[in-house]
């Protein structure tokens, strides 16, 4: 076990560096460098050499990147060029809301998926078109058209839920959810549909090994085969499923905590674009891609719980 | 050259193949024309829109569909029809973009990867695997980041990103599509292989590159207007799809009518991508299999519940040839089959594959049932139980347990018997078992269900029966996986689960047939040592002839779904009395002495929906005649010269058999 984590890791690694070369590559894009950016068009060509030599932009490229890993493995992700404050403050305010969303989201679409996913598989008919359904109506609605509609509906109109706005659970776990509802829906009814789909193409699978049959003439009931057994051979698949949910939540945080006014690191991702801030979205995308990093390790964690021959491997 | 050029490639579903076939599904052809037309009106929005884009008309503000505005105005007065037509040139100009980058990218990739291999193949894989797992969203912002308004930078990338997943799809299609055999002959009969990847392999992967663009465009449609939405990649006041419902939303308090237009067209196009993506896979697919699936029903029950009043006593219940002699060993019967037929679902309706087995199963015994592949024995096996898979049903007979018909009973009553009156073992051992689940806590799992006792009673039983099955160490076995087993020990686990109810009759269906020889005879000295021990009655399922020798007492033969014969087993062998008994025994190996060619029984099985009423064994039999094609063979009585008993075969000419060779 403990050497799976450590592959996975190492295959991980050049994942991050990649991330923040890509990212780092095109901050040197940015017409009109950094220095150029904080001078202003009207500094004198003498103060903007000073500055490019305190900014360590007369170094090569390859140097800079090197200095700003080394910058990174201490904690140091720059300072923001729009509000000056160090990037990793920023981002760490914000990480909480961004993580409860997802978080969430991931966790509804995996039991609601996999009841409708069992459900589907052992009765058919009904239930199954309707997960198809589902799936269609998942795919085609694009997400922030989906977020603002249950925005429109759930809180403007019907006044169940807050429009906007962000409640942290320190201050009162009842509000917090209350407050996240409606955006947990947003994100996760495309994931739900997926992940339903899947339990219920592996639960089919399952269903027709040979172990099954043994259960069954060994007289040993249905409940205990579909949930005990079954599920539990079949969910391999589904949190393989699940990962790519949460994978895909997280890059949709973008629209949703736009809409929902969140302050999370998707809505600063938004922010950050339109203002051109490149180091706060180095920043964020070093903490998008440690946390896929992390989501996968998890599952070939989960992964090796669940199946008994890698484990003893 | 010629021999070589006749290896023609197979019937491949080819591009115009797919095509007509795609062509047949009304939704794909629907979504298609959908897109096209769309095309076309924001290609020519310049010529139909009846309001120019940006045309403000401030009397007419946020109304609803009237006859001068069809879609109704926005916050300014402008016309909502025109700007989403004036707004899709932006929209589906972005996704082709993003389709057109992803294709140049993946398409040589993947075929490179795939058709060259070799360190080629493995930089390609690594690339692909990073670039699918960096988070996607946010380069596409770090991009805009940079590059301001551009949208094309935006879409570009995306397209790069995406191209990831095509290439491997594009990649693993061309690996397939190179091993086939029609590809190694083009190369040796020395067609280039520029000209070998043109006709061969491009044709082939077509199909899987359709479904994924398309499917990518929905996605990228999405991103293109998400992004739009959130002002990235637009210069206002220009129209965008994405941009008309972020507008929207900010009017939800006043008036929600503008979210439906613009969100509209939005969803309708993913939609259209996507079915288009669905029709060409669903098309690809059905090209590969030549019949559709077979219909999967849920397992009916028989017509007659009748399990509310006992059947007949089962000496009252007649034999199979309605004049059957009581045999004294009737009294102490304990399953008897009358008149068993199961069928399942075929493309022309439903399928016989046993017809009319009937036999009894005496206290104590070792019954065998044997026969070749698809002769019927395993569906009876799994048939007394309600074990058959969806497709199969019982369509007649009875099987009667002391009073009771299983056959008649609901999936509820007869689960109750399973296990514990009747218990069964399978053929493969090692995927019988549960292989999430350690072997102990499986067997103890059913001995609990069978016994209320305690969880340490339960471990206690359990290696009871592991000792009972004559497993070394049981209690380290239970602490195993199933494929931590040895076939043998894996079987032995099965009996043992078996066992666990106390059961009075054991089915095995093909117990040993997976396992080594050398672990058979252990096995089935097993089965002896069971018999002895518990007096349950065995039924014995196989197609080898040595197992019957073996163990059994008496033994059923059939033969394309009938019982051909049953004998004690003795005289089964010693006196065959149906002609494919007898064939079977003059093929015995074992008896070949080394004169002239071993024999064979000429001719195959016919297969079920080819079964005549009439002999079925006629065209292979030597001692066949006319009378044989007549009508329907009866099972007759044949007087057992050792003693009272139930010999039976169906054949109208069993007093002229004679071997071939003396045995």
Same mark, same amino acid.
């Given at each position: 076990?403990?050497?799976?984590?450590? =592959?996975?890791?190492?295959?991980?690694?050049?994942?991050?560096?990649?991330?923040?070369?890509?990212?780092?590559?095109?901050?040197?894009?940015?017409?009109?460098?950094?220095?150029?950016?904080?001078?202003?068009?009207?500094?004198?060509?003498?103060?903007?050499?000073?500055?490019?030599?305190?900014?360590?932009?007369?170094?090569?490229?390859?140097?800079?990147?090197?200095?700003?890993?080394?910058?990174?493995?201490?904690?140091?992700?720059?300072?923001?060029?729009?509000?000056?404050?160090?990037?990793?403050?920023?981002?760490?305010?914000?990480?909480?809301?961004?993580?409860?969303?997802?978080?969430?989201?991931?966790?509804?679409?995996?039991?609601?998926?996999?009841?409708?996913?069992?459900?589907?598989?052992?009765?058919?008919?009904?239930?199954? =078109?309707?997960?198809?359904?589902?799936?269609?109506?998942?795919?085609?609605?694009?997400?922030?058209?989906?977020?603002?509609?249950?925005?429109?509906?759930?809180?403007?109109?019907?006044?169940?839920?807050?429009?906007?706005?962000?409640?942290?659970?320190?201050?009162?776990?009842?509000?917090?959810?209350?407050?996240?509802?409606?955006?947990?829906? $947003?994100?996760?009814?495309?994931?739900?549909?997926?992940?339903?789909?899947?339990?219920?193409?592996?639960?089919?699978?399952?269903?027709?090994?040979?172990?099954? =049959?043994?259960?069954?003439?060994?007289?040993?009931?249905?409940?205990?085969?579909?949930?005990?057994?079954?599920?539990?051979?079949?969910?391999?698949?589904?949190?393989?499923?699940?990962?790519?949910?949460?994978?895909?939540?997280?890059?949709?945080?973008?629209?949703?905590? $736009?809409?929902?006014?969140?302050?999370?690191?998707?809505?600063?991702?938004?922010?950050?674009?339109?203002?051109?801030?490149?180091?706060?979205?180095?920043?964020?995308?070093?903490?998008?891609?440690?946390?896929?990093?992390?989501?996968?390790?998890?599952?070939?964690?989960?992964?090796?719980?669940?199946?008994?021959?890698?484990?003893?491997? | 050259?010629?021999?070589?050029?006749?290896?023609? !490639?197979?019937?491949?579903?080819?591009?115009?193949?797919?095509?007509?076939?795609?062509?047949?599904?009304?939704?794909?052809?629907?979504?298609?024309?959908?897109?096209?037309?769309?095309?076309?009106?924001?290609?020519?929005?310049?010529?139909?829109?009846?309001?120019?884009?940006?045309?403000?008309?401030?009397?007419?503000?946020?109304?609803?569909?009237?006859?001068?505005?069809?879609?109704?105005?926005?916050?300014?007065?402008?016309?909502?029809?025109?700007?989403?037509?004036?707004?899709?040139?932006?929209?589906?100009?972005?996704?082709?973009?993003?389709?057109?980058?992803?294709?140049?990218?993946?398409?040589?990739?993947?075929?490179?990867?795939?058709?060259?291999?070799?360190?080629?193949?493995?930089?390609?894989?690594?690339?692909?695997?990073?670039?699918?797992?960096?988070?996607?969203?946010?380069?596409?912002?770090?991009?805009?980041?940079?590059?301001?308004?551009?949208?094309?930078?935006?879409?570009?990338?995306?397209?790069?990103?995406?191209?990831?997943?095509?290439?491997?799809?594009? @990649?693993?299609?061309?690996?397939?599509?190179?091993?086939?055999?029609?590809? !190694?002959?083009?190369?040796?009969?020395?067609?280039?292989?520029?000209?070998?990847?043109?006709?061969?392999?491009?044709?082939?992967?077509?199909?899987?590159?359709?479904?994924?663009? &398309?499917?990518?465009?929905?996605?990228?449609?999405?991103?293109?207007?998400?992004?739009?939405?959130?002002?990235?990649? /637009?210069?206002?006041?220009?129209?965008?799809?994405?941009?008309?419902?972020?507008?929207?939303?900010?009017?939800?308090?006043?008036?929600?009518?503008?979210?439906?237009?613009?969100?509209?067209?939005?969803?309708?196009?993913?939609?259209?991508?996507?079915?288009?993506?669905?029709?060409?896979?669903?098309?690809?697919?059905?090209?590969?299999?030549?019949?559709?699936?077979?219909?999967?029903?849920?397992?009916?029950?028989?017509?007659?519940?009748?399990?509310?009043?006992?059947?007949?006593?089962?000496?009252?219940?007649?034999?199979?040839?309605?004049?059957?002699?009581?045999?004294?060993? &009737?009294?102490?019967?304990?399953?008897?089959?009358?008149?068993?037929?199961?069928?399942?679902?075929?493309?022309?309706?439903?399928?016989?594959?046993?017809?009319?087995?009937?036999?009894?199963?005496?206290?104590?015994?070792?019954?065998?049932? /044997?026969?070749?592949?698809?002769?019927?024995?395993?569906?009876?096996?799994?048939?007394?139980?309600?074990?058959?898979?969806?497709?199969?049903?019982?369509?007649?007979?009875? /099987?009667?347990?002391?009073?009771?018909?299983?056959?008649?009973?609901?999936?509820?009553?007869?689960?109750?018997?399973?296990?514990?009156?009747?218990?069964?073992?399978?053929?493969?051992?090692?995927?019988?078992?549960?292989?999430?689940?350690?072997?102990?806590?499986?067997?103890?799992?059913?001995?609990? @269900?069978?016994?209320?006792?305690?969880?340490?009673?339960?471990?206690?039983?359990?290696?009871?029966?592991?000792?009972?099955?004559?497993?070394?160490?049981?209690?380290?076995?239970?602490?195993?996986?199933?494929?931590?087993?040895?076939?043998?020990?894996?079987?032995?686990?099965?009996?043992?689960?078996?066992?666990?109810?106390?059961?009075?009759?054991?089915?095995?269906?093909?117990?040993?047939?997976?396992?080594?020889?050398? /672990?058979?005879?252990?096995?089935?000295?097993?089965?002896?040592?069971?018999?002895?021990?518990?007096?349950?009655?065995?039924?014995?399922?196989?197609?080898?002839?040595?197992?019957?020798?073996?163990?059994?007492? @008496?033994?059923?033969?059939?033969?394309?779904?009938?019982?051909?014969?049953?004998?004690?087993?003795?005289?089964?062998?010693?006196?065959?009395?149906?002609?494919?008994?007898?064939?079977?025994?003059?093929?015995?190996?074992?008896?070949?002495?080394?004169?002239?060619?071993?024999?064979?029984?000429?001719?195959?099985?016919?297969?079920?929906?080819?079964?005549?009423?009439?002999?079925?064994?006629?065209?292979?039999?030597?001692?066949?005649?006319?009378?044989?094609?007549?009508?329907?063979?009866?099972?007759?009585?044949?007087?057992?010269?050792?003693?009272?008993?139930?010999?039976?075969?169906?054949?109208?000419?069993?007093?002229?058999?004679?071997?071939? @060779?003396?045995?």
């Amino acid at each position: 076990m403990r050497s799976l984590i450590i =592959r996975r890791l190492a295959v991980s690694l050049p994942l991050i560096v990649v991330v923040t070369v890509l990212t780092f590559v095109l901050e040197s894009l940015v017409p009109g460098n950094t220095a150029r950016a904080i001078i202003g068009a009207s500094g004198s060509p003498a103060a903007y050499q000073r500055l490019r030599v305190e900014l360590g932009l007369n170094n090569p490229l390859w140097y800079q990147y090197w200095q700003y890993l080394d910058q990174v493995l201490h904690g140091n992700l720059g300072t923001s060029v729009f509000t000056g404050e160090p990037v990793s403050t920023l981002l760490n305010q914000r990480l909480g809301v961004t993580l409860s969303l997802v978080l969430l989201a991931t966790a509804l679409c995996g039991v609601v998926g996999v009841l409708l996913g069992v459900v589907s598989a052992v009765r058919g008919g009904g239930v199954g =078109r309707a997960v198809d359904v589902l799936s269609l109506v998942g795919l085609a609605l694009p997400g922030f058209w989906v977020a603002i509609i249950l925005a429109a509906v759930f809180a403007v109109t019907l006044r169940i839920f807050p429009a906007t706005g962000y409640v942290p659970p320190s201050d009162s776990v009842g509000r917090w959810l209350w407050a996240l509802t409606l955006p947990v829906i $947003a994100l996760a009814l495309a994931g739900v549909a997926s992940v339903a789909k899947q339990t219920r193409d592996s639960m089919k699978d399952t269903l027709a090994r040979e172990y099954i =049959r043994t259960l069954r003439a060994s007289g040993i009931g249905r409940r205990s085969i579909i949930w005990k057994h079954a599920l539990r051979n079949g969910a391999i698949p589904v949190v393989t499923v699940l990962g790519l949910v949460f994978v895909s939540a997280l890059s949709s945080t973008v629209f949703v905590e $736009a809409v929902f006014v969140l302050p999370g690191l998707g809505s600063m991702a938004v922010t950050a674009t339109s203002q051109h801030d490149i180091p706060v979205i180095e920043g964020i995308a070093l903490y998008f891609t440690v946390l896929v990093v992390i989501v996968n390790v998890l599952l070939d964690i989960v992964y090796a719980m669940l199946n008994p021959k890698v484990r003893r491997a | 050259m010629s021999e070589i050029a006749a290896v023609a !490639a197979p019937e491949l579903p080819s591009s115009s193949r797919l095509l007509r076939r795609a062509l047949r599904k009304p939704l794909g052809v629907i979504s298609a024309v959908y897109l096209v037309l769309l095309t076309l009106a924001c290609v020519l929005a310049p010529l139909i829109a009846p309001y120019a884009p940006l045309a403000e008309d401030l009397i007419h503000v946020q109304q609803g569909p009237t006859a001068a505005h069809l879609l109704g105005t926005d916050e300014l007065g402008r016309d909502v029809l025109s700007r989403l037509l004036y707004g899709g040139q932006l929209t589906l100009l972005g996704v082709v973009e993003c389709v057109a980058v992803l294709l140049i990218i993946s398409l040589p990739a993947g075929l490179a990867a795939g058709y060259l291999g070799g360190w080629v193949d493995r930089a390609i894989n690594v690339v692909v695997d990073l670039l699918l797992s960096v988070p996607g969203i946010i380069v596409v912002l770090a991009v805009l980041a940079v590059f301001g308004t551009s949208m094309t930078a935006a879409m570009v990338t995306f397209g790069v990103l995406g191209s990831a997943g095509v290439t491997r799809v594009v @990649r693993s299609t061309v690996l397939s599509v190179r091993e086939e055999l029609y590809v !190694a002959a083009a190369r040796v009969s020395g067609v280039s292989e520029p000209r070998i990847v043109l006709r061969h392999v491009l044709p082939r992967i077509a199909g899987p590159v359709i479904v994924q663009a &398309s499917l990518f465009a929905a996605i990228a449609l999405a991103i293109q207007t998400g992004l739009a939405f959130l002002s990235l990649g /637009v210069a206002p006041p220009a129209p965008s799809w994405g941009g008309m419902v972020g507008e929207a939303a900010n009017l939800i308090n006043q008036d929600g009518w503008l979210l439906v237009p613009s969100g509209g067209i939005i969803a309708l196009t993913i939609l259209a991508f996507g079915l288009i993506g669905d029709t060409v896979r669903d098309a690809t697919v059905e090209g590969w299999s030549a019949t559709a699936a077979p219909a999967v029903r849920k397992a009916r029950r028989p017509a007659a519940p009748a399990a509310a009043h006992p059947g007949p006593a089962l000496a009252d219940v007649p034999g199979p040839a309605g004049s059957w002699p009581a045999d004294p060993g &009737s009294d102490d019967a304990v399953l008897a089959v009358r008149d068993l037929s199961v069928a399942f679902d075929g493309p022309g309706g439903p399928v016989t594959v046993v017809d009319g087995v009937s036999f009894t199963l005496r206290a104590g015994e070792v019954l065998g049932i /044997v026969g070749e592949s698809g002769c019927g024995k395993s569906v009876t096996a799994l048939s007394l139980l309600q074990l058959l898979p969806p497709n199969g049903q019982i369509n007649g007979g009875r /099987v009667l347990l002391g009073d009771q018909d299983l056959t008649a009973m609901t999936e509820r009553q007869i689960s109750g018997l399973r296990g514990k009156a009747v218990a069964m073992v399978f053929q493969d051992p090692t995927v019988s078992l549960d292989p999430s689940f350690l072997v102990g806590a499986q067997v103890a799992e059913v001995v609990r @269900r069978h016994d209320k006792v305690s969880r340490a009673a339960a471990r206690r039983r359990v290696l009871e029966l592991f000792e009972q099955v004559r497993l070394p160490d049981p209690a380290a076995v239970a602490r195993r996986y199933p494929h931590e087993l040895s076939g043998g020990m894996a079987q032995r686990v099965c009996l043992a689960l078996a066992l666990a109810g106390r059961p009075s009759v054991l089915i095995a269906d093909e117990p040993t047939t997976a396992l080594d020889v050398t /672990v058979q005879s252990g096995i089935l000295e097993l089965l002896r040592q069971l018999r002895e021990e518990t007096g349950m009655s065995i039924i014995l399922v196989t197609h080898d002839w040595g197992v019957i020798a073996d163990v059994c007492d @008496r033994a059923l033969v059939m033969y394309a779904g009938q019982v051909v014969e049953q004998a004690p087993v003795g005289a089964l062998f010693r006196e065959p009395r149906h002609p494919y008994t007898l064939g079977l025994q003059e093929c015995n190996p074992q008896r070949w002495t080394a004169d002239g060619d071993l024999p064979v029984i000429p001719g195959t099985v016919l297969p079920p929906a080819q079964w005549p009423v009439s002999c079925r064994f006629r065209d292979r039999c030597r001692f066949a005649a006319s009378d044989c094609a007549l009508a329907a063979i009866p099972l007759e009585h044949v007087p057992h010269r050792h003693g009272p008993g139930d010999r039976e075969v169906r054949c109208i000419h069993w007093q002229e058999l004679t071997p071939a @060779r003396s045995a």
